[in-house]
């Protein structure tokens, strides 16, 4: 059964000229335009990530790769390739991949991504799924977290919060966005926001060795935090949502003053960008109401563990 | 926790020229020396890769990029950088994430790869590791199963059946030995011994548009097949151990005959390599006992699924 899965997806999954051999044998070979490239992997479980009780197999194989493409954006990078790992439940199992699939491969034609292989498996637990991409990076070597510097703007695409109710599931990777600010902007600095806004922030300035400002009122609070406050009753307010609620895949990006004033003006991309805020030179996160600085929690999605 | 966890990966795994960012920011980047690359990735799963109750982490780790260093053998490329997607059980979780790596990283050291980054998980269910390994092909291309042709002679290194009583965890991946035959012999294909010693030989065959013929006789049995027919108990002989136990990961090669002599002659390697019969122009897989040639059922390990 997992030699005819296998053959399924090698006649449905579409050629690239840059895998040079591909599904079908024990490697990949990849041809990339220079020597050097990116990688990023991110797996996705049932239960935790999705609930494939409640969501198409269609959306869950889409979002396995688009998490995969916002972590190249994050960088400016280019998608190439990317293989794909899966952990199937027993039961079900091979119509779950043929739909996984049938999500998958639109996002990886519109971003220009060869599938170049994978490894398909079944057990009697929940789906898992695992994808790492490979990219190349912007000349110059591509965005990373460190860089930021005291004084720069905090610039972010999109708006926050709420994406539970659905962004989650369709957000759109910033990948182009990105590449095209790379390019025309000095950037700093930037990261994804997959785990939020404020967590994401923090880890920015971490590897910065800075420290960051929010000014509340200036935050794009998405109409879905909105709702949410509206929804789920509880005490947290629609900024709260876009703070914290995590998995915008939004760019955060530092850049500096003039960079940023210019970038808001020109407004070259079809989202929105915004200024939220500063780097300054104190370790540390802010939020900032009128006049008014207290110290912000980067609260966000974090993995537990028990001992 | 997730983030601690980070932390001490990150001061823990040794830094490598060739990643010029590594873990800690959203994606990794790979100097190689030539724009191409070979990638391969595989998930183990606790339950049917191993089971964690009866081995250690230590074991586990190491075997999850064992497999995957088997895969760039079987194409005779160059490890240079891999990626880690852990998904842990909240419960105890962290000890066990750090003797996972704590397997993991000699092997790395061994083959010279950089553990480049990753993904770090926990859910309430089992124990889940999926590596991707980068690496860069051998000049020429590197081996692949399509290619050998019929009068070419079927060569394997070390012996095969029974991996369950300890081989599974503990075997050496052919990196060396496949880098160095492909430069100084002349190989038209190849393929590792994952699922079994018949089922791998059979998917060489497909890819190559052949079929092979096994001398039984000429099957190199190890000493653990032999014990697995005293423990089990089974009809099996140690003769189907090895044709169908697998992950034995040895390399099947597909070698012109004079090359294969050769070969035989110098013995090059500190594993045995031995000559187990024919690849011959009718598609099928047969075993040749004496004069006698049945065909033999490309058995091993299949993933299985129900509807």
Redesign the interface.
């Known amino acids: ?3 005819q ?1 296998i053959d399924y997806f090698r006649q449905r999954i579409p050629q690239y000229p840059c895998v ?2 591909g599904i ?20 996705l ?1 049932d ?2 990530d999705f609930r494939l009780s409640e969501v198409t197999p269609e959306a869950i194989g889409r979002k396995a790769l688009a998490v995969n493409l916002s ?2 954006a ?2 400016a ?1 280019s998608p190439k ?1 990317c ?6 439940p ?6 779950i991949a043929k739909r996984l699939y049938d999500g998958l491969l639109p996002l990886a034609r519109d971003f220009q991504i060869a599938v ?11 789906l ?1 799924i ?1 994808v ?4 190349l ?1 912007s000349p110059g ?2 965005l ?3 860089g930021a510097k005291p004084g720069d703007r905090i610039i972010v695409t999109g708006d926050f919060g709420g994406s539970l109710l659905g962004k989650h599931l369709t957000f759109t990777p910033r990948v182009w966005e990105a590449i095209y600010l790379y390019r025309s902007y000095e950037i700093h600095a930037g ?2 926001v997959s785990d939020g806004l404020a967590l994401d922030l923090w880890r920015l300035t971490v ?1 910065s060795r800075c420290g960051a400002v929010i000014q509340a009122e200036k935050v794009p609070i998405s109409e879905a935090s909105h709702r949410m406050v509206a929804q789920v009753k509880s005490r947290m307010k629609p900024l709260d949502h876009a703070l914290h609620d995590g998995e915008d895949f939004e760019l955060i990006l530092a850049v500096p003053p003039a960079e940023a004033a210019r970038m808001l003006r020109d407004q070259p991309l079809s989202v929105p960008l915004t200024d939220i805020g500063e780097f300054v030179p104190d370790r540390g996160l802010w939020l900032e109401k009128g006049k008014k600085r207290t110290p912000l929690e980067p609260k966000g999605y ?6």
């Open positions: 059964m997992e030699l899965l040079r051999l079908g044998d024990d490697a990949a070979i990849i041809d990339l335009d220079i020597p050097q490239c990116v990688v990023t992997t991110d797996i479980m239960g935790v972590d190249l994050a960088m990078a390739a293989v794909v790992g899966l952990v199937l027993e039961k079900g199992g091979v119509e170049a292989g994978g490894d398909t498996n079944s057990w009697e637990g929940p898992v695992s790492t991409a490979i990219g990076p070597g591509g990373c977290r460190a990261i994804d590897e974090q993995h537990k563990f028990s001992l």
